[in-house]
C-alpha cells in the first residue's frame, strides 16, 4: 500500500503504516516522518530550549516508534495522539533525567498558546483541529495544562504552587483533557460530513 | 488498584506527570481493564491536541535523513556503517527475530495441522530453527531464552513460541510467533511477566502477510527477569502460555 504524504489516512491505512514501519520499510518512516516530523520537532523545541535537543529527540521519538509499531492499535486512538504521547513521554523523561529526578525546570515560560488567527491556521489539519479545540477552553485551564503538560508538574506540584485543592486539580485537569478531546471529535466529524459522510 | 483509584491518576498518566511507582500501578490495572483504558485513550486524544496546536518550528534540512538512517540501522533493513557496537548488535538481533518469524510457520504447512502430534512437530521444528539463531546472538553477546505456548486448557489448534535476547550492551529484545486457530476473539495481546507478576513488556499481535502473529518489542527493561508468556484475547482469556526457560545449548533431537 503506497500513503500519501499529506491528507487523513484511515485507521486502517494507520495500521498497514505501522506494519510497514515494523519491517524497516524507508518509504513507511518518510511517510511518518512527513506527516508528524515537524510537530514532533516542534514539541521538542518548545519543551527542551534547544535545536539541537529537538533534533536528538526527534530522532529518539522515530526510533521508539519503529519500536513500539507493533503495539499500535489503532483502535484505540488516532496515530497522532500515538505519536505525540511518545515524544511527549521522551521529552519529560529526559528532563526529569537532566535535573536528576527532581521536577522540570521551567523551560518553555509561556502557557498553551492561544489560538491564532484563521490566516495562519493552515499547515495541519490536525494542527488546526488542535487549535480550535484549545480555544474552547478558558484561560484557567490553559493555565493549568501548561503547567503539567509542558512544564511536567504532577498534579500535587500544581495544587501546591497555585493553593488550589489537590482534587480540584486532578479533576480540572481531567475535564480539560475531555473537552479538548471531544473539541477534536467535533472538529474531525465536521471534516467528514463535509467529504460526504462518514469514515 | 480500584477503577475509582486509577481514574483519579489518568489524567496525570496521560499528561506523562505521573510519578513512576503510581505509573506502573496504573499500567497494571489498565492491561485488564478495557474501561479505564477507553478513558486513557480519549484523555491522551486531549493531551495531543495541546502539542499539535504549538505553532509550528521548521526542522533543520537533513533531519529527516537523519532519523530515516537512524530507523534502518536499527531495524537491520539498510545497517549503516556508522553505526557504533550497540546499534549493529540491536540490529543483528531484529534481522535475526525476523528471519526466525519468516521461518517459522509456513502457510502450506499450517494448513495440514490438523492432528496434535502434527502440530507438536511443527513447535519442535520451529524451535530447532531457533536454536540456531540462538547460537548466534549468544556469539553476540546476548543471553537467549525460549518460550514454548501452548493452551494451558489443553485446547489443541493455537501454539507459539517465543525468543527473548537479554544484554547487557543493547535493549533487551522479544519475539512472539503464534498461529491462532480463532482468530475471531482479537485483538489478542501478549504480555511478558516476571515473578511478581508485573509486566515486562506487552502489546498487541499483529497479523503478518503470511498469516502469522507476531509480537516483538525492545523495552528498556531487563528481560532476563521475564518468567512467563501469556496471550490473551480481547475478553481477558487466556489462548496461550509458557514458561521462559534460558535457551539449551544443543538442538532438540
Request: aromatic content about 6%; some cysteine; hydrophobic content about 40%.
Amino acid at each position: 500500500m503506497a500513503f500519501d504524504r499529506e491528507g487523513p489516512l484511515s485507521r486502517e491505512s494507520e495500521q498497514e503504516l505501522m506494519r510497514q514501519l515494523v519491517s524497516g520499510d524507508e518509504q513507511a518512516i518518510r511517510v511518518l516522518y512527513a506527516r508528524f516530523g515537524r510537530s514532533v520537532y516542534t514539541l521538542g523545541l518548545r519543551l527542551l530550549g534547544s535545536t539541537e535537543a529537538a533534533e536528538e529527540l526527534t530522532q529518539d521519538v522515530f526510533l521508539a516508534a519503529w519500536r513500539k509499531a507493533g503495539r499500535f492499535d489503532p483502535s484505540r486512538g488516532r496515530l497522532s495522539t500515538w505519536l505525540m504521547a511518545i515524544a511527549h513521554n521522551l521529552a519529560v523523561d529526559r528532563l526529569r533525567h537532566e535535573r536528576g529526578g527532581r521536577r522540570p525546570t521551567l523551560v518553555l515560560v509561556e502557557d498553551v498558546p492561544q489560538p491564532l488567527a484563521a490566516d495562519e491556521e493552515e499547515a495541519v489539519l490536525d494542527r488546526d483541529r488542535a487549535r480550535r479545540a484549545l480555544a474552547g477552553l478558558s484561560q484557567a485551564e490553559r493555565r493549568l495544562l501548561s503547567r503539567a503538560y509542558f512544564l511536567g508538574w504532577t498534579a500535587r506540584e500544581i495544587s501546591e504552587a497555585d493553593g488550589i485543592p489537590l482534587g480540584t486539580v486532578k479533576t480540572r485537569l481531567r475535564a480539560a483533557l475531555l473537552k479538548l478531546r471531544a473539541a477534536r471529535e467535533r472538529e474531525a466529524e465536521g471534516v467528514r460530513l463535509a467529504k460526504g459522510g462518514p469514515e | 488498584m480500584s477503577c475509582l483509584q486509577v481514574r483519579g491518576l489518568l489524567a496525570e498518566y496521560a499528561l506523562g506527570v505521573l510519578p513512576e511507582d503510581q505509573a506502573r500501578a496504573v499500567e497494571r490495572h489498565l492491561h485488564w481493564c478495557r474501561g479505564c483504558r477507553r478513558e486513557l485513550e480519549d484523555l491522551e486524544d486531549g493531551a495531543a491536541s495541546v502539542a499539535l496546536s504549538l505553532p509550528p518550528a521548521e526542522p533543520p534540512p537533513g533531519l529527516e535523513e537523519r532519523v530515516v538512517r537512524r530507523v534502518l540501522a536499527a531495524s537491520g533493513a539498510r545497517p549503516s556503517s556508522h553505526r557504533g557496537a550497540r546499534l549493529l548488535l540491536a540490529a543483528t538481533l531484529a534481522a535475526l527475530t525476523l528471519a526466525f518469524g519468516a521461518l517459522g510457520w509456513a502457510v502450506a504447512e499450517r494448513r495440514q495441522a490438523d492432528d496434535v502430534r502434527r502440530q507438536a512437530e511443527q513447535v519442535e521444528r520451529q524451535l530447532r530453527n531457533l536454536k540456531g539463531l540462538v547460537e548466534v546472538s549468544r556469539g553476540l553477546g546476548a543471553t537467549p531464552f525460549e518460550v514454548t505456548l501452548s493452551s494451558p486448557r489443553g485446547e489443541g489448534g493455537s501454539f507459539g513460541a517465543a525468543v527473548i535476547y537479554s544484554s547487557p550492551r543493547t535493549d533487551d529484545f522479544v519475539l512472539v510467533s503464534a498461529f491462532l486457530a480463532d482468530e475471531r476473539g482479537g485483538p489478542f495481546t501478549v504480555s511478558v511477566l516476571d515473578a511478581s507478576g508485573r509486566i515486562l513488556s506487552g502489546g498487541p499481535l499483529v497479523k503478518t502477510a503470511n498469516g502469522d502473529w507476531l509480537f516483538r518489542d525492545q523495552p528498556r527493561r531487563n528481560l532476563s527477569r521475564a518468567t512467563l508468556v501469556v496471550v490473551k484475547d480481547r475478553a481477558g482469556r487466556v489462548l496461550l502460555m509458557g514458561r521462559v526457560v534460558p535457551a539449551s545449548p544443543t538442538p532438540p533431537s
